[in-house]
């Protein structure tokens, strides 16, 4: 089964930063775009930020001006650079890359989740 994996969540105070990966567990296909969420206990998982294969990218305006999202293709790896975090971003969070696979539509692979948590 393809999977994705994340790494680099962690406690942290507020005002810091954290830089979240998110890689191929068995290096088999390309993350060439893909997106970052987040969800807490109880709630709806949110959207975060996006990136495309062209490199273009959105944000949520929760996070815009805070949070980069960016892909290395040599590293095959989608990230998301979190500055000046808050105690309002404590949340699991997971990566969705796009596979694209000849001949089928795209689909989002999902990662288990990294825990991201924002001390006051």
């Known amino acids: 089964q393809v999977q994705v994996a994340e790494s680099g969540g962690g406690l942290v105070q507020a005002g810091g930063s954290l830089r979240l990966s998110c890689t191929a567990v068995?290096?088999?296909?390309?993350?060439?775009?893909g997106g970052w969420y987040r969800q807490g206990p109880g709630s709806q998982r949110e959207w975060l930020a996006s990136i495309t294969s062209g490199g273009a990218t959105a944000y949520a305006d929760s996070v815009k001006g805070r949070f980069a999202i960016s892909r290395d293709a040599a590293k095959n790896t989608l990230s998301l650079q979190m500055n000046n975090l808050k105690p309002e971003d404590t949340d699991e969070y997971f990566c969705?890359?796009?596979?694209?696979?000849?001949?089928?539509?795209?689909?989002?692979?999902w990662g288990q989740g990294t825990q991201v948590t924002v001390s006051s």
């Open positions: 969705a890359a796009v596979r694209l696979r000849l001949g089928l539509p795209p689909s989002d692979v």
């Open positions: 068995e290096n088999d296909f390309s993350i060439n775009s």
